[in-house]
Structure formats: structure tokens, C-alpha cells
Antibody, heavy 120, light 107 residues
Framework: EVQLVQSGAEVKKPGESLKISCKGS????????IGWVRQMPGKGLEWMGI????????RYSPSFQGQVTISADKSISTAYLQWSSLKASDTAMYYC?????????????WGKGTTVTVSS | EIVLTQSPDFQSVTPKEKVTITCRAS??????LHWYQQKPDQSPKLLIK???QSISGVPSRFSGSGSGTDFTLTINSLEAEDAAAYYC?????????FGQGTKVEIK
């Protein structure tokens, strides 16, 4: 079964750093792009960026370029989303999803999401 | 950036009614338009790919149509379990974008 398992909920203070993860299983992790999507409380979906774990080719939405870093470790089939200095406005649910079959395609499998709460 | 505008934002519908949600793109995206359903406290789920292609396991009452700039998601004979938010998504060009969502409530 194809699965994306995301790391658990996080509670952080403004200015702290954070790295959340998304582990793929049941398929060739290096052969499919992984995307990250933000959902702020009570709001819609926002596309953040994508990464190809095979060679770490990464594309960002202009809205998130420079605000987050997307990376992957293909040796452990895991993609990451990280912040160097969190803000209260980063409070949201973050989903990872697999792009099938390639970059110009749809997201067929989604993780359950990681809740990030940033509060002083 | 391609902007996707969905209408309506909210719809309250009686079971067995037909629901139509539209998604308009700010420029032509061919058929690179996909629909997702998100139930409360759940991850989004793929409903329709490439504007009109069905997804295995998705009930046949869900269908999609359109190309270019105008797209439609239709739910024939709405069921109580269809209460959810529905989003369109374009993968024609980066940055990818989503519509703002349409919330469907069961009366």
C-alpha cells in the first residue's frame, strides 16, 4: 500500500526552528515528486512547493520561496519541510502528497498532515 | 501565476439533489485541472483528474467536465457523506494553485 506518514504535531515559540517530515512507503520514493501544501486554520489549500527525491530538484511557490526549505533524504525515503525562524503566521496544518505520475500532474496520495502551532 | 476562482463559496443542499461547482482559470490550462474533496479533520482526497477522468474507488456520482478556462464538478444525487469542502487545482504551470474552495453542507 502506498503511504505517506507525517511526523507528529509540533508546538513552538516564535523565532524557533523546525523540521517536519514525510516518509514514503509502498512505492519507489525516488521516482515521484513530493509536494507540500499549507492549510491555515479555517482556510483553503495553498501549494508551497515540490521536490524530486531522486535528485533533490526543488521548486517553490513565490509565496513561500525564502520562507521555508524543502529537502529529501532518499536513503530513508523521507521528505522534509523546515523553517529557520518560525512566526505566529506559520501556525497551520501542513500536508505532503505524492505527485502522480510526474511534475505536471495531480496529487494522488496524501499524508494525514502535521499540525504546527507557533505561540509565545 | 494562474488564479483559480471557484463558485459558489458555499452551498447548502438537500440529499439526492444535484450539485454543480465551477472553477474558472485566469488563463487556459488545457485539461490540467484536478478536483479534491476534504472532509472535516481529514486530508484532501483526489476525486477527478485531468478535468474529467474518474478515479478508482470514487463513487460514480462524481464527475468532471471542461477544458481551457472553465471547469465543472458535478455531484449527482448528493449523499450525506458528501458534506465536505471541494477544491480545484491546476498543474498546467508553476506555481501550481488551488481554488479557494467550495463548502457543501447537507440540509
Amino acid at each position: 500500500e502506498v503511504q505517506l506518514v507525517q511526523s507528529g504535531a509540533e508546538v513552538k515559540k516564535p523565532g524557533e526552528s523546525l523540521k517536519i517530515s514525510c516518509k514514503g512507503s509502498g512505492y519507489s520514493f525516488t521516482s515521484y515528486w513530493i509536494g507540500w501544501v499549507r492549510q491555515m486554520p479555517g482556510k483553503g489549500l495553498e501549494w508551497m512547493g515540490i521536490i524530486y527525491p531522486g535528485d533533490s530538484d526543488t521548486r517553490y511557490s513565490p509565496s513561500f520561496q525564502g520562507q521555508v526549505t524543502i529537502s529529501a533524504d532518499k536513503s530513508i525515503s523521507t521528505a522534509y519541510l523546515q523553517w529557520s525562524s518560525l512566526k505566529a503566521s506559520d501556525t497551520a496544518m501542513y500536508y505532503c502528497a505524492r505527485l502522480y505520475p510526474g511534475i505536471g500532474s495531480y496529487m494522488d496520495v496524501w499524508g494525514k498532515g502535521t499540525t504546527v502551532t507557533v505561540s509565545s | 501565476e494562474i488564479v483559480l476562482t471557484q463558485s459558489p463559496d458555499f452551498q447548502s443542499v438537500t440529499p439526492k439533489e444535484k450539485v454543480t461547482i465551477t472553477c474558472r482559470a485566469s488563463q487556459s490550462i488545457g485539461s490540467s485541472l484536478h478536483w479534491y474533496q476534504q472532509k472535516p479533520d481529514q486530508s484532501p482526497k483526489l476525486l477527478i483528474k485531468y478535468a474529467s477522468q474518474s478515479i478508482s474507488g470514487v463513487p460514480s456520482r462524481f464527475s468532471g467536465s471542461g477544458s481551457g478556462t472553465d471547469f465543472t464538478l458535478t455531484i449527482n444525487s448528493l449523499e450525506a457523506e458528501d458534506a465536505a469542502a471541494y477544491y480545484c487545482h491546476q498543474s498546467s504551470s508553476l506555481p501550481w494553485t488551488f481554488g479557494q474552495g467550495t463548502k457543501v453542507e447537507i440540509k
